[in-house]
Structures are given as structure tokens and as C-alpha cells.
């Protein structure tokens, strides 16, 4: 009746960049079982700035890109485990650098997304992996709100269920 547990973490990595945790835990009401639907629009920054890696104290870190893209796919791949359940899962991606394009119209697929192949490599199918093949070298190119906007777009073709939009990006400004 109080709703979930939720907490915010933030840790300085030393170099201006934070990395944020967030969790929400609850208890599931055992007398209630609705199966219900849900809309995700991923929006993902596909900007030649995802493709770097910091240097922490002598290691060299993964790409942003592969922390990223590791993100999501663990995300997708959780979320649509829920049509087992009878959930309506729909899914489309929106990916951007110097502009925002629809790569993934909605879709009730998995595969469309990320592909079929869970190895952590990201060595598989799909438009996340497509998007990944296809980094900007443009350092001019992180153009999120044309990304947004075509997110809306979306929106307006979405079916009554609950909407939400994902954001993910390094946040690196473009130079224009």
C-alpha cells in the first residue's frame, strides 16, 4: 500500500563522469495476478563519442558503447521474458547521432531488437547490433532531441498500453 523501496547512488569516477545506480524493490501482492502491457521506446545514442574508453588508473575500461549496449540488451531481454506470463510486450528503437531515425517500428520480437544470440559480446543480429556496426565518426553528431522527436512520433502510433522512453547515451555534447 506504501508502493516500492527505491534508492539513488551516485559515485564519481575521478574524472567529471558518475556512475548512478538505481533500485526499486517491493513486495508482489500474492491475491492480486493482472497481466497487463507495456510500450518502451529505447532511444540510443549511436554518436562517435559511445565508441571511446577511459583510461582509470593505468586499466583501459570497455567502450561506453559496450557497457551500453549490455544495458539494453539485458533490459530487452528481461522485459520481453514477461510474454511468457501473457504480458502485450511492444518495443521500438530510435537511434541517433547527427539526427534521430526510427531503426525499429514497434514490434512484439525480441530478435528485432537485439537479436537472438545472448553471448555478452554483442556478436549477434538485430538493430542494436546493427546501430553498433554503424557509429557515427561524425564528432558533430549528438543530436538527441531530433531523436526525441521522433520518439514522439512513435508515441503517436503507440497502442493504449503504458508508454516509456529510455534514453541511452554517454551524455557527451556534440560540438555544434
Known sequence: QTGPQSSKLRTSNGDGTYKIELSVTG????????????????????????????????????????????????????????????????????????????????????????GTDEDPTFSRTGELNSARQNYSTNANGTNWQHALEQALDLLGRADDHQTFVILVTD??????
Not at 551524455?171 to 555544434?176: I, K, T
Open 171 to 176: 551524455g557527451a555534447p556534440s560540438a555544434s
Open 27 to 114: 513486495d508482489a501482492d500474492p491475491t492480486e495476478s493482472t497481466v497487463g502491457g507495456v510500450n518502451v521506446i529505447i532511444v540510443y545514442d549511436r554518436s562517435s563519442s559511445m565508441t571511446s574508453n577511459r583510461v582509470d588508473s593505468g586499466n583501459t575500461s570497455p567502450r561506453r558503447a559496450d557497457a551500453a549496449e549490455k544495458v539494453v540488451y539485458d533490459f530487452v531481454h528481461n522485459l520481453f521474458g514477461y510474454q511468457k506470463k501473457g504480458a502485450d510486450i511492444e518495443m521500438a528503437l530510435v537511434t541517433f547521432a547527427v539526427r534521430g531515425d526510427i531503426s525499429v517500428e514497434w514490434t512484439n520480437k525480441e530478435t528485432d531488437i537485439v
